[in-house]
Protein backbone atom coordinates (compact mmCIF):
# COMPACT_ATOMS: atom_id res chain seq x y z
CA UNK A 1 0.00 0.00 0.00
CA UNK A 2 2.10 3.13 -1.18
CA UNK A 3 0.24 6.44 -1.72
CA UNK A 4 -0.50 7.65 -5.23
CA UNK A 5 1.19 11.16 -6.28
CA UNK A 6 1.17 13.05 -9.05
CA UNK A 7 4.77 14.75 -10.26
CA UNK A 8 4.91 17.12 -13.05
CA UNK A 9 7.04 16.50 -15.57
CA UNK A 10 7.38 20.20 -17.46
CA UNK A 11 6.24 23.37 -16.35
CA UNK A 12 3.25 23.70 -18.33
CA UNK A 13 -0.34 22.53 -17.05
CA UNK A 14 -0.56 18.50 -16.77
CA UNK A 15 -4.34 18.31 -17.00
CA UNK A 16 -5.64 21.70 -17.52
CA UNK A 17 -9.30 22.23 -17.44
CA UNK A 18 -11.19 21.50 -20.97
CA UNK A 19 -12.55 25.30 -20.82
CA UNK A 20 -9.00 26.31 -21.03
CA UNK A 21 -7.50 24.52 -24.14
CA UNK A 22 -6.48 28.07 -25.64
CA UNK A 23 -3.78 27.36 -23.05
CA UNK A 24 -2.09 24.22 -24.32
CA UNK A 25 1.60 24.42 -25.09
CA UNK A 26 3.10 21.77 -27.36
CA UNK A 27 7.19 22.41 -26.89
CA UNK A 28 7.51 18.71 -29.28
CA UNK A 29 5.06 19.73 -31.70
CA UNK A 30 8.27 21.22 -34.44
CA UNK A 31 10.86 17.93 -33.72
CA UNK A 32 11.53 16.24 -36.55
CA UNK A 33 10.23 12.60 -35.29
CA UNK A 34 7.05 14.27 -34.27
CA UNK A 35 6.13 14.42 -37.94
CA UNK A 36 7.07 10.91 -38.53
CA UNK A 37 4.41 7.86 -38.45
CA UNK A 38 3.72 5.83 -35.87
CA UNK A 39 5.39 2.42 -36.06
CA UNK A 40 3.36 -1.35 -35.44
CA UNK A 41 4.55 -1.25 -31.70
CA UNK A 42 3.29 1.80 -30.83
CA UNK A 43 0.02 1.83 -32.94
CA UNK A 44 -0.97 -1.13 -30.30
CA UNK A 45 0.14 0.40 -27.66
CA UNK A 46 -2.16 3.53 -28.74
CA UNK A 47 -5.21 1.63 -29.14
CA UNK A 48 -4.67 -0.40 -25.63
CA UNK A 49 -5.05 3.12 -24.16
CA UNK A 50 -8.10 3.22 -21.84
CA UNK A 51 -9.56 6.48 -21.25
CA UNK A 52 -12.12 5.48 -19.24
CA UNK A 53 -10.22 3.45 -16.65
CA UNK A 54 -7.34 6.39 -16.47
CA UNK A 55 -9.95 9.14 -15.44
CA UNK A 56 -11.45 6.54 -12.74
CA UNK A 57 -8.06 5.84 -11.44
CA UNK A 58 -7.24 9.37 -11.25
CA UNK A 59 -10.52 10.61 -10.08
CA UNK A 60 -10.29 7.47 -6.92
CA UNK A 61 -6.58 8.39 -6.21
CA UNK A 62 -6.43 11.89 -7.02
CA UNK A 63 -9.43 13.66 -7.13
CA UNK A 64 -8.97 15.65 -10.29
CA UNK A 65 -11.36 18.09 -11.01
CA UNK A 66 -14.07 16.42 -13.00
CA UNK A 67 -13.11 19.33 -16.28
CA UNK A 68 -9.49 18.04 -16.12
CA UNK A 69 -10.23 14.45 -16.52
CA UNK A 70 -12.40 15.29 -19.19
CA UNK A 71 -9.24 16.63 -20.66
CA UNK A 72 -7.43 13.77 -20.44
CA UNK A 73 -10.46 12.03 -22.18
CA UNK A 74 -10.24 14.23 -24.78
CA UNK A 75 -6.61 13.79 -25.93
CA UNK A 76 -6.35 10.07 -25.13
CA UNK A 77 -9.44 9.84 -27.78
CA UNK A 78 -7.46 12.22 -29.89
CA UNK A 79 -4.35 10.27 -29.75
CA UNK A 80 -6.19 7.26 -30.35
CA UNK A 81 -8.68 8.30 -33.60
CA UNK A 82 -5.52 10.37 -34.58
CA UNK A 83 -3.24 7.67 -35.18
CA UNK A 84 -6.01 5.67 -35.96
CA UNK A 85 -6.83 7.84 -39.15
CA UNK A 86 -3.01 7.87 -40.14
CA UNK A 87 -2.17 11.43 -38.70
CA UNK A 88 1.24 11.89 -37.26
CA UNK A 89 2.13 13.00 -34.09
CA UNK A 90 2.75 16.32 -36.00
CA UNK A 91 -0.78 17.04 -37.80
CA UNK A 92 -2.13 15.49 -33.92
CA UNK A 93 -0.69 18.48 -32.21
CA UNK A 94 -1.70 21.38 -34.66
CA UNK A 95 -5.62 20.24 -34.06
CA UNK A 96 -4.56 21.06 -30.10
CA UNK A 97 -2.67 24.42 -30.53
CA UNK A 98 -4.21 27.64 -31.94
CA UNK A 99 -3.24 28.92 -35.22
CA UNK A 100 -4.11 32.63 -34.02
CA UNK A 101 -4.22 34.00 -30.61
CA UNK A 102 -7.80 34.71 -30.81
CA UNK A 103 -8.99 32.20 -32.86
CA UNK A 104 -10.07 28.73 -30.84
CA UNK A 105 -8.02 25.41 -32.38
CA UNK A 106 -9.93 22.98 -33.60
CA UNK A 107 -10.15 21.03 -29.87
CA UNK A 108 -11.36 23.60 -28.56
CA UNK A 109 -14.25 23.80 -31.11
CA UNK A 110 -14.67 20.18 -30.71
CA UNK A 111 -15.48 20.30 -27.15
CA UNK A 112 -17.66 23.07 -27.59
CA UNK A 113 -19.64 21.51 -29.99
CA UNK A 114 -19.87 18.65 -27.76
CA UNK A 115 -21.23 20.18 -25.08
CA UNK A 116 -23.67 22.14 -27.15
CA UNK A 117 -24.85 18.94 -28.31
CA UNK A 118 -25.46 17.88 -24.38
CA UNK A 119 -27.03 21.30 -23.99
CA UNK A 120 -23.72 22.62 -21.61
CA UNK A 121 -21.47 25.79 -22.95
CA UNK A 122 -18.14 26.22 -21.51
CA UNK A 123 -18.55 29.39 -19.98
CA UNK A 124 -21.55 27.93 -17.76
CA UNK A 125 -22.45 25.92 -14.64
CA UNK A 126 -21.84 22.47 -15.52
CA UNK A 127 -21.83 20.07 -12.81
CA UNK A 128 -19.80 16.66 -11.60
CA UNK A 129 -22.40 14.19 -12.85
CA UNK A 130 -23.00 16.53 -16.09
CA UNK A 131 -18.92 16.07 -16.88
CA UNK A 132 -19.00 12.42 -15.76
CA UNK A 133 -21.96 11.45 -18.40
CA UNK A 134 -21.73 9.26 -21.04
CA UNK A 135 -23.78 11.06 -23.12
CA UNK A 136 -21.34 13.61 -23.38
CA UNK A 137 -18.15 11.33 -23.93
CA UNK A 138 -20.41 9.78 -26.33
CA UNK A 139 -20.68 13.67 -28.25
CA UNK A 140 -16.70 14.40 -27.56
CA UNK A 141 -15.79 10.90 -28.98
CA UNK A 142 -18.24 12.15 -32.28
CA UNK A 143 -16.44 15.67 -32.27
CA UNK A 144 -13.00 14.28 -32.35
CA UNK A 145 -13.56 12.03 -34.54
CA UNK A 146 -15.21 14.34 -36.86
CA UNK A 147 -12.69 16.91 -36.17
CA UNK A 148 -9.77 13.98 -37.10
CA UNK A 149 -11.42 12.98 -40.36
CA UNK A 150 -11.38 16.60 -41.45
CA UNK A 151 -7.99 16.67 -40.88
CA UNK A 152 -7.08 13.24 -42.39
CA UNK A 153 -9.16 14.23 -45.46
CA UNK A 154 -6.96 17.48 -45.59
CA UNK A 155 -3.37 15.89 -44.88
CA UNK A 156 -4.42 13.48 -47.72
CA UNK A 157 -5.00 16.37 -50.30
CA UNK A 158 -1.55 18.43 -49.40
CA UNK A 159 0.11 14.79 -49.92
CA UNK A 160 -1.77 14.69 -53.49
CA UNK A 161 -0.81 18.13 -54.12
CA UNK A 162 2.95 17.83 -53.04
CA UNK A 163 3.19 14.98 -55.28
CA UNK A 164 1.55 16.53 -58.17
CA UNK A 165 4.22 19.67 -57.56
CA UNK A 166 7.15 16.91 -57.51
CA UNK A 167 5.93 15.33 -60.63
CA UNK A 168 5.79 18.76 -62.45
CA UNK A 169 8.70 19.80 -60.99
CA UNK A 170 10.91 16.48 -62.35
CA UNK A 171 8.86 16.88 -65.42
CA UNK A 172 10.67 20.41 -66.50
Known amino acids: GGSVGLVPIDHGYILPSCRHLEEVN ?44 VTLFVGTTLVQKAAQAGLTLHATGLLMVREEADAPSAMEEAVSRALERCGLSLTGEVSDDEWRSEALREALADAIGATVQAAAQGQRVSETYRSLAKTLCEAT
Open 26 to 69: ICWLYWPQARRGYDEWTLRYIEGLDAEADVSLLRTTLGLPEDCL
